[in-house]
C-alpha cells in the first residue's frame, strides 16, 4: 500500500507560480513511477506529468510543456510539481498517483495510488 498526500494548492492570478507537493509513505518511493493528473469541472481527469523512479525520465502534457517542472526527492518521499505562467485554463483539482511502472507513464490506468487532490484556481 502506498499512501498519497498532496498539498500546495490554492488560488494564484494568471501568470503567477504554485508547487504542489506529494508525500508518499508506505512503499519505497525509489521504486515507484510518480504522475500528476488534474480534473476541471465537467471535464475528464486528463494527465498533466510523470516522473520515472531515477528522475531521468520525465513527460509532460503539450499544454504544460515549458511550465511545469516535475521532480522528485527520494530523501523525503517527495514528488513536486512547478508551476510557472499559471493561466485560467489550468484551474483544476490536481491529483497525485504512483505506479509499479518505474518508468512513468502518461496512462491513468497504470497508477495504482491516488491522492485525495488539491484545488488549484487560477483567476483571469
Known amino acids: 500500500q502506498v499512501q498519497l498526500v498532496e498539498s500546495g494548492g490554492g488560488w494564484v492570478q494568471a501568470g503567477g507560480s504554485l508547487r504542489l507537493s506529494c508525500a508518499a509513505s508506505?512503499?519505497?518511493?525509489?521504486?515507484?513511477?510518480m504522475g500528476w493528473f488534474r480534473q476541471a469541472p465537467g471535464k475528464e481527469r486528463e494527465f498533466v506529468a510523470a516522473?520515472?523512479?531515477?528522475?531521468?525520465?520525465?513527460y509532460y502534457t503539450d499544454s504544460v510543456k515549458g511550465r511545469f517542472t516535475i521532480s522528485r526527492d527520494t530523501a523525503k518521499n517527495t514528488v513536486y510539481l512547478q508551476m510557472n505562467n499559471l493561466k485560467p485554463e489550468d484551474t483544476a483539482v490536481y491529483y497525485c498517483?504512483?505506479?509499479?511502472?518505474?518508468?512513468?507513464?502518461?496512462?491513468?490506468?497504470?497508477?495504482?495510488?491516488w491522492g485525495q487532490g488539491t484545488q488549484v484556481t487560477v483567476s483571469s
Open positions: 508506505g512503499r519505497t518511493f525509489s521504486r515507484l513511477g
Open positions: 516522473i520515472s523512479w531515477s528522475a531521468y525520465n520525465k
Open positions: 498517483a504512483a505506479s509499479g511502472l518505474v518508468t512513468g507513464t502518461s496512462k491513468a490506468g497504470e497508477y495504482d495510488y
